[in-house]
């Protein structure tokens, strides 16, 4: 859910003509608003569910140190790969193909990164970790 409101945002604060939306300083606003709002639907998560994943298959680790020491060393480490690539990637698109054609660009894969994610990883049984 986080991830649709992400992906909708970045559509509004672009100012997306296909949506509509007109070039204001109050657009953009509201979009900063919603994507500030959905960050963390998204962020918080994600290392309980990890843990979580971690848990449920029974790997014999020790889950009060070495799952949770690895788990956090995972998600700082890529936190910091998504904020060193982000601007860089972010500053190619708009330098190719505008800011408003950018947003639309992020706001787009975000979405079908979300369909897929659902899709594959979601709540469907062929993704489903089973015992043998």
Do not use: W
């Not at 680790?61 to 700082?76: G, H, L, P, Q, W």
């Not at 601007?87 to 698109?93: A, D, H, N, R, V």
């Amino acid at each position: 859910m986080g991830l649709t409101f992400i992906g909708i945002s970045m559509f509004i604060i672009g100012t997306s003509p296909y949506l509509g939306l007109h070039k204001s300083s109050t657009t953009i606003m509201v979009g900063l608003i919603v994507l500030g709002a959905a960050s963390p639907m998204v962020a918080i998560p994600l290392i309980p569910e990890a843990l979580e994943g971690v848990e449920n298959r029974d790997l014999n680790y020790d889950i009060e140190n070495d799952v949770n020491k690895i788990t956090s060393a995972y998600f700082t480490t890529m936190g910091g790969i998504g904020e060193t690539i982000g601007p860089i990637s972010s500053s190619l698109l708009i330098k190719y193909f505008g800011f408003e054609e950018s947003q639309e660009i992020f706001g787009t894969f975000i979405l079908i990164f979300t369909a897929s994610y659902f899709f594959f990883c979601g709540h469907f049984s062929i993704c489903k970790y089973e015992e043998q």
